[in-house]
């Protein structure tokens, strides 16, 4: 059983950054693909990053890409979303996610192991 504690989130105004962590423990052994996704009121969680255990690959959602960096500590168990040039769409609830899967998957359902948000509200 992996546990995920996401911190980090707030409020910014546009064109801000924010960094998202998230502290992983338990199985972490299983945390082999870590990923954030993103729920907006009234709309369903989409993926949005997403890392290998080694960081050789990563993968991100169109909509952030060049400005999202996701990256992970893994002596730290932490994983990080550094959010530049924030738009007010990005405003959201972001979760962690872990995955044993090999490889990256944007879907929520190859995620077992989930923390329970953070909010981050841009404002224009």
């Known amino acids: 059983q992996v546990q995920l504690v996401e911190s980090g989130g707030g409020l910014v105004q546009a064109g801000g950054s924010l960094r998202l962590s998230c502290a992983a423990s338990?199985?972490?052994?299983?945390?082999?693909?870590m990923g954030w996704f993103r729920q907006a009121p009234g709309k369903e969680r989409e993926f949005v990053a997403g890392?290998?255990?080694?960081?050789?690959?990563?993968d991100y959602a169109d909509s952030v890409k060049g400005r999202f960096t996701i990256s992970r500590d893994n002596a730290k168990n932490t994983v990080y979303l550094q959010m530049n040039s924030l738009k007010p769409e990005d405003t959201a609830s972001y979760f962690c996610?872990?995955?044993?899967?090999?490889?990256?998957?944007?879907?929520?359902?190859?995620?077992?192991?989930w923390g329970q948000g953070t909010q981050v509200t841009v404002s224009s």
């Open positions: 890392v290998t255990r080694r960081s050789a690959i990563t």
């Open positions: 996610a872990a995955s044993s899967a090999l490889e990256i998957r944007r879907t929520l359902n190859e995620y077992p192991y």
């Open positions: 338990g199985g972490t052994l299983y945390a082999i693909i």
